[in-house]
């Protein structure tokens, strides 16, 4: 298993796993409690609180903890819109943000806020000038992200700052993906709210941080009441661990930045140059400046959900993965100007401190062979809209050998991780096949497909005295879809026409065991079948009469 | 000899249940939410501590929604309920943790209406005031702990549950005190929001849930990844979520032992106590957590005597930790009728499954010899009456 997701979560530097276990076994004490114990616990969580600001040029006195950057996100624009109501209920954010954001704002708007939610430049990045052609004689808030979680394309902060302190509007950056990744220095950028998350920086879950100014003062009302922790902005027994966990990590984030982001640099450079050969491959934010530790690339000519169970060993993936559970084609790269089956097809890897050259080389290896393959199943052989559209594929690369006879990982097709059926699981990792010659005497040939084109089945019999002397089929598509065309075409073979006229969705799902979720997969194979089947009979017919 | 007998403001995290979070601080490191292998090694780990915590309190799996403690989970149930009732009343016992209080107050600055439910002398609900003020109007919400943070005191929440029930409230019950301690059971409980705490449990901090009954209509506090039902954004704390599960498992499955022995030490050290002329056991007269006594020796003030245990090395509190540093008195005891000078001498003993008999002992001895010098430097304190 080759992990590349640290833009998901990282792994927990075991240095920061020392600094946090005697918090976890022998100094256990509540932070808040004024006894020995409780002070030096709140001591720890002092020094955690300097080693954060320090990481983003920060006071101690600016560092605010919370559960996480989803909760320091909620905290900043939900508090400060309840607190400024007087000034106004408009915010201005962007598409692309993250989750956090956007769900914190759409819940504002059911409050009575108004939101504009700004469309990112074709780069990717949100331009200052139209942050400020958005706002409002009454926008309180503007929340723009540092470094975008999918693409990894860094917005102009530093710019929009000062021109946002100018005009009085608060701003608000979720710079979880950035801590660490850039530099950021809150004493020289006009920033007043600023989200931070630990385990983007390996450290632990569970753990962030809010920057809120002090000078000018940034002013919240708590949206966690309680104890009255945190100087009232956020209640809540302080889990030492967690803190220093944070601190430990932010701090090792500021001795090695500049060495991690060299290395990871060249990481990700000799991942783009292996796949980038790839015709079709399409690197998304190519036109903007990106941190060094992710990558996002579309891949035209296969499908999202076929691509990515075609890499069950490696952890990456297709965008944000708060919304992975959806399934939805990524919101950052449609508007990035992507279509939806572009999008779909789309993969970031994300790489960090421990990731080797070895990993990065044998995870591009699989993905060009994964991606031959499935496009070799399409029947596309040069994958059509895309050569030398891509920001930074295709043109003038060398393209890598046609696939060899059964690219299947190492061996025997590798154990599902994804909750496929044992029997669609196997059929979906069987080979492409050469589809026959259309001049072949007896090849007949019909495909079907859904309107939107996420899914197409291509059928072509071979018939030689009313019985299919070959099968073969060509598929785009889930791994379901996939899977149907293979045992359609296995199902076919060697078989009278007037048997093969029998066989329907409800036989296909019964043979491969498809749930309900993905009865339409079968339909699609019934068809296909029919519409070759029927192309047969009205050729037989033609030459009969 | 130091000693440890803060268990109510926090617990050491049980060697255990260390063991059983290691694996996630050094090993499977994914965010649950992502598709691959490592995602869903997380997921299944938070799937399966989900069901541990659920068995705790006596739920189903898919009724626990975790959260960041129970600061968060009282948040959760109380504000959830009055975003979507905000024409009606929302009541909640007076000695109610601050958690539950201050969000009722910021819903009050909201135009919320919010009352406090009396309590008698003994800490526990006045039910016949209650009831008449159930009569009064539409509620929403009635939120009751079930134990309390300070004195221990148990309350009748089947009875209180019933009474709000048949006023067509919600009833929501906050069970971090209680978890651990006493048994619980959610169905039977009555309530159908119940907040738990992990490091009350000899959990990690960090992490907590609010069980609740799937049928409620609540509005969430953090937006954002749909995580939890929707419920609550925010990536799971993977190995906090398995320390609390295998934290619940242990504190369900020795939860009689633990019981038992917490019961013998405080009542050997209430006995002690006793002895101590002038001094006053609060909620004495009703039934209170078995680890739990609250007392005062007036006029020494807490301050005072917690500054001298702490120097002995006898790490106690005068009630809730999260109010530490404020010269406030108990908002509890004053519910109760005591004077705000008396009030203003709460010490809070809380034991917990790893104190010794010798620790009991050694408190009250060194109380004992701290009030005598006392006694000694501040005539007015008659100790010998």
Known sequence: MIYLDYAASTPLDPRVLDAMLPFLREQHANPASDHAPGRQARAAVERARAQVAALVGAEPAEIVWTSGATESDNLAIKGALEFYKSRGRHVVTARTEHKAVLDACRHLETQGARVTYLKPQPDGRVAPEQVLAALEPDTVLVSLMWVNNETGVVNGIERLAPLLRERGVLFHVDA????????????ATPVDLLSLSAHKVCGPKGIGALFVRRRPRARLAPQMHGGGH??????????????????????????????????????RDGLCKRLLRLPGTILNGADAPRVPHIVNLSFAGVEGEALRASLPDLALSSGSACSSATQEPSYVLRALGRDDGLANASLRFSCGRFTTEAEVAAAAERVVRQVLRLRAIAGETSPSPLAGEGEGGGAGATAPPPPGPLPRGEGEFPPDVYGYGERVWQRFWQPAESLLPESAPGVFTAQAGTPAGRQRLRLQLQIVDGRVAAARFAAYGCPTTLAVGAWLARRAEGRALAELRAVNAAEIRQALEIPEARAHCSLLGEDALNAVLSAAANRHVAATY | MPAYLDHNATTRADARVVEAM????????????SQHRYGRAARDAVETARAQVAALAGADPGQAIFTSGGTEANNLAVKGIAARHPRERLLYSAVEHPCVLEPMKALAAHGHAVEAVAVDGQGRVDLAAFE???ARGRVALVSCMIANNETGVIQDLARIAALAHAAGAVVHADAVQAAGKIPLSFPESGAQLMSLSSHKIYGPKGVGALVADRALDLEPLLHGGGQERGLRGGTENVAGI???GAAAELARLELEARTAHVLRLRERLEAALRRIPGIRVFGAGAPRLPNTVQFAVPPVHSATLLGLLDKKGYAVSSGSACASGTDEPSHVLLAMGVAEDIALCAIRVSLGKDNTEAEADGFAGCLRELLASLGAAMPSVALNA
Request: glycine residues 12%; proline residues 6%.
């Open chain 1, 230 to 267: 945190e100087q009232g902005m956020r209640s809540g027994t302080l889990a030492t661990h967690q803190i220093v966990g944070m601190g430990r990590a932010f701090e090792l984030a500021a001795q090695e930045l500049a060495a991690d982001a060299a290395r990871v640099a060249g990481l």
């Open chain 1, 176 to 187: 979880a993906q950035a801590a660490g990744r850039v530099p950021i220095d809150l004493a």
């Open chain 2, 132 to 134: 008449a003020q159930l």
């Open chain 2, 22 to 33: 290691l694996p996630f601080l050094s090993g499977p490191y994914a965010n649950p939410s």
């Open chain 2, 242 to 244: 398995v320390g609390f």
